[in-house]
């Protein structure tokens, strides 16, 4: 049984990385929300900031554990760039989801953030794997 549950682990390595990465950085954005929101009438620009740190968080993370990138010298810096242009489209993504259903709708501003998150994971998800660190 171990040692089927152990190869099951090492088939989906990259995915259950992934999913513990992407929880933590999760973690990052919303508690960086939490803090900062307070301070802001609306929801733009404490997602812009908690966009940021947790951007920050999740391509250090993703390069090293998750996607194990190799990338040396102007690569990481090419694998950077399209990490961040990946993560813009997903962080326009949650300030317009933010800002619709928070600011307009006038839904609660935390559950929102939740849902969002879980679109934007997934996003990132399938960005980081097909464009950012596919393997050459």
Request: charged residues 15%; proline residues 1%.
């Amino acid at each position: 049984m171990f040692a089927k549950i152990a190869g099951l682990c090492r088939q989906y390595r990259e995915l259950i990385a992934y999913l513990v990465f992407g929880v933590l950085t999760t973690a990052v954005n919303y508690l960086s929300y939490l803090l900062i929101s307070p301070f802001f009438t609306y929801t733009g620009i404490p997602t812009v900031i908690a966009w940021f740190l947790s951007v920050v968080f999740a391509y250090l993370t993703n390069r090293r554990f998750v996607f194990q990138s190799k990338a040396k010298g102007r690569a990481v810096w090419s694998e950077a760039g399209s990490f961040f242009m990946a993560r813009v489209m997903s962080g326009v993504m949650d300030v317009v989801i933010m800002a619709v259903f928070a600011d307009w709708l006038g839904l609660n501003d935390r559950v929102v953030k939740l849902a969002s998150n879980v679109l934007v994971v997934i996003f990132n998800y399938v960005a980081s794997k097909l464009v950012v660190f596919r393997k050459k």
